[in-house]
């Protein structure tokens, strides 16, 4: 198979003009039979307004015409690959299980840890203390409309995870050797997801439509002989000593409906937890679990409009094929901090993320067509132990906490809001400028320069200074500020040894939640990995009961 590079086009071809240039570089005749896949498709705007789309395309001809083209082409964008697929390991000689493996929350990665156990024999419970994703959607969009918080179904909690209200972007910068990543792209097309996302440089898949994504990756896991349990929540494990060590004996499970207590028998549970899981964190700490603190980011959210943004990136408001432009911006401070934009939505919102009383939390999300008037991202700024009061595992936990119960106040219980220009001068907005504010749930005008401590605050204003550099108008008077953003990343790690597992036997630690990813695709490529660990050490649970 031969691989073509920086195959360029402008954006406006048709297929078969992809298919003309494919046929010029490898000189091939008209009547030579072609097939091809599209790799990797990203857009080219360094000579804006005049845009293309970048391709690398793999291209299946006969052996003997591969060899001869490559012979004769002295071009550094061909190159001969061969296409490698993931296998999910199988197990020979692994242990036997007494007891079906469980799974606790169904974000990306335990949806997809559980998927892959289910598929290979293991009859995975999967245990999500939320509810199924349906009656989620109600809970989070009353939240919205009514205030009323529902503390275990909201933004954070719920059958699909926090990624299910924040766009579905399924960009990443881990590396995938092993094919992991490529394998999510496939599963998630398989199960609704647009096919773009197999090749487009940054995809997403949107809420709306990763709402249905999930719901049919459930339905597979049930068919394939798994068992789903909602508004369950894991709320103790007991474990007992064997052989000098901790292992895992049962977990206490507690129905979040009524209230109803039931220990289930386990040897295997993967922690798969949410950034958010604050009072799980709490739970494991008191027994033992080895847990400690993390760096993570807090900081705000940025409205500007997405006419701007595509101005900026495009040379054009209006691009007619292309979708709403997106950005990554970075900076280093003088004071040594780095700031940096984060879960960049085109054409979204601002969500009220909370998930505790009298505690608010934003993020950003963007519906499938990201058609909104527009653009929000976090803008961040890195925090370390050292910031938020030493080494204890839960510090980080409490810092959030206080952010979070400062910009409850600040907004009344509302999301607080401010223009860039009040923000600057530190005094609440009493009015609003020409970027109208695009909020799911209710926001009141404060000062949300309050939330922060000095040096953070003065950071997050430097920061969008920097990036009005790069991107004209970011630092107007009358962008839109809100806060708080604290769940970037989980403010702790629950440790594991190099086969994914915690020094208690049988507990796994996995995903964001964990400390062991960051986003959708990496916490997903994280829960691949888990079921790795586990098939290769134990039969599936079928075999192990003959």
């Known amino acids: 198979m031969i691989q073509i590079n920086q195959l360029k086009l402008n954006i406006h071809h048709t297929e078969a003009d992809l298919e003309r240039k494919i046929r010029k570089i490898l000189h091939l005749k008209e009547d030579t039979l072609l097939s091809y896949q599209i790799k990797k498709q990203s857009i080219d705007a360094r000579k804006k307004p005049d845009l293309f789309f970048v391709y690398?395309?793999?291209?299946?001809?006969?052996?003997?015409?591969?060899?001869?083209?490559?012979?004769?082409?002295?071009?550094k964008n061909l190159s001969a690959v061969q296409r490698t697929s993931w296998h999910f390991p199988l197990c020979k000689n692994g242990k036997f299980l007494q007891h079906?493996?469980?799974?606790?929350?169904?974000?990306p990665a335990g949806l997809f840890c559980t998927y892959f156990l289910a598929q290979n024999g293991y009859r995975p419970i999967l245990i999500e203390r939320g509810m199924p994703v349906e009656e989620r959607l109600k809970d989070v969009e009353a939240f919205w409309k009514t205030?009323?918080?529902?503390?275990?179904?909201?933004?954070?909690?719920?059958?699909?995870?926090?990624?299910?209200?924040?766009?579905?972007?399924?960009?990443?910068?881990?590396?995938d050797s092993d094919g992991r990543g490529r394998k999510v792209m496939e599963i998630f097309a398989e199960y609704g997801a647009p096919k773009e996302i197999l090749y487009v440089n940054k995809p997403h898949i949107g809420t709306d439509v990763l709402i249905n994504v999930v719901r049919n990756m459930r339905n597979a896991i049930l068919e394939n002989g798994g068992e789903v349990l909602f508004h369950t929540k894991m709320t103790d494990i007991h474990t007992r000593n064997t052989d000098g060590s901790k292992q895992l004996e049962s977990l206490l499970l507690t129905d979040t409906l009524t209230g109803e207590e039931r220990i289930l028998p386990t040897d295997i549970t993967v922690l798969a937890l949410g950034h958010s899981a604050r009072d799980t964190f709490q739970m494991l700490y008191e027994r033992g679990i080895d847990v400690q603190a993390k760096s993570f980011a807090v900081g705000v959210r940025v409205e500007h409009p997405q006419a701007m943004i595509n101005l900026s990136q495009y040379g054009r408001e209006h691009p007619d094929i292309l979708s709403a432009a997106s950005y990554k911006l970075t900076t280093k401070l003088e004071n040594g901090r780095g700031v940096y934009t984060f879960c960049m939505c085109p054409g979204g919102y601002v969500v009220n993320a909370s998930s505790e009383q009298e505690r608010l939390a934003v993020n950003g999300m963007s519906y499938h067509a990201r058609d909104g008037r527009n653009a929000n991202s976090a803008v961040i700024v890195t925090v370390t132990p050292e910031d938020y009061g030493g080494s204890h595992p839960l510090a980080g936990v409490a810092f959030q906490r206080k952010l979070e119960e400062a910009a409850y106040r600040e907004g009344k219980g509302s999301v607080p809001v401010q223009t860039f220009g009040d923000y600057r001068r530190n005094m609440p907005s009493e009015k609003l400028g020409t970027v109208i504010p695009q909020i799911k749930g209710k926001y009141r005008l404060s000062n949300v320069r309050n939330i922060f401590p000095g040096e953070i605050g003065d950071s997050i204003e430097q920061g969008i200074l920097a990036f009005d550099r790069k991107i004209p108008g970011y630092?107007?008077?009358?962008?839109?500020?809100?806060?708080?953003?604290?769940r970037t990343s989980s403010p702790l790690r629950i440790n594991r040894d190099a086969q994914m597992e915690s020094p208690v036997k049988g507990i796994y630690?996995?995903?964001e939640g964990a400390g062991y990813a960051g986003g959708i695709t990496s916490a997903a490529m994280d829960g691949i990995k888990t079921a790795?660990?586990?098939a290769k050490k134990y039969l599936p649970f079928d075999k192990a009961r003959e």
């Open 475 to 486: 630092a107007g008077e009358d962008t839109i500020l809100s806060g708080v953003e604290s």
């Open 100 to 107: 079906r493996p469980v799974v606790i929350g169904s974000g």
């Open 532 to 534: 790795e660990a586990i």
């Open 56 to 75: 690398t395309v793999d291209v299946q001809i006969n052996a003997a015409l591969e060899k001869q083209i490559l012979r004769r082409c002295n071009d």
């Open 147 to 175: 205030g009323k918080l529902n503390t275990e179904s909201n933004v954070q909690f719920g059958e699909g995870g926090a990624g299910t209200f924040s766009d579905g972007k399924l960009n990443t910068l881990v590396k």
């Open 509 to 511: 630690p996995c995903g």
